[in-house]
C-alpha cells in the first residue's frame, strides 16, 4: 500500500484548505484511514482518523474546523480545513491500517509523505 498526500500551501489565517490522500496498491482491506500533524519542534499528533464504516474522531484541538471523510470506490481520504489559524501550521501526513480500528501512530503502518500546511497572518 502506498499513500500520497497532497493539497497543502499557504494560507491566511482563517482560509481553507482540502487535503487528499490517494492510496494505491492492495488496499482491499484498509479499514482505518487517518490524518496526523507535526509541527516545528513538536511530535507528531492525531488530527482525525475515520473508519471503514465512516466512524469519525478528531482531535480535541479541532473544534469542528475540519472535517474527514473518505471515497472507498476512489481509494481516497480528505481531510477539509476551515478556519484555519497559525497554530495549525504543520506538516500533515495520512496514514492507513487494516484490521481492528486504532488512532496509536504505531499501529499504522502505512505513511504518505506529507504535505505541508503553513498558516500566516
Known amino acids: 500500500v502506498q499513500l500520497q498526500a497532497s493539497g497543502g500551501g499557504l494560507v491566511q489565517t482563517g482560509g481553507s484548505l482540502r487535503l487528499t490522500c490517494a492510496a494505491t496498491g492492495a488496499i482491499t482491506n484498509i479499514n482505518d484511514m487517518g490524518w496526523y500533524r507535526q509541527a516545528p519542534g513538536k511530535e507528531r499528533e492525531l488530527v482525525a482518523r475515520?473508519?471503514?464504516?465512516?466512524?469519525?474522531v478528531y482531535a480535541e484541538f479541532v473544534k469542528g474546523r475540519f472535517s474527514i471523510d473518505r471515497d472507498n470506490v476512489k481509494k481516497e481520504g480528505y481531510l477539509y480545513l476551515e478556519s484555519l489559524q497559525e497554530g495549525d501550521t504543520a506538516v500533515y501526513y495520512c496514514a492507513a491500517k487494516t484490521g481492528v480500528s486504532s488512532l496509536v501512530q504505531s499501529e499504522y503502518p502505512y505513511w504518505g509523505q506529507g504535505t505541508q500546511v503553513t498558516v500566516s497572518s
Open positions: 475515520i473508519s471503514k464504516s465512516d466512524d469519525a
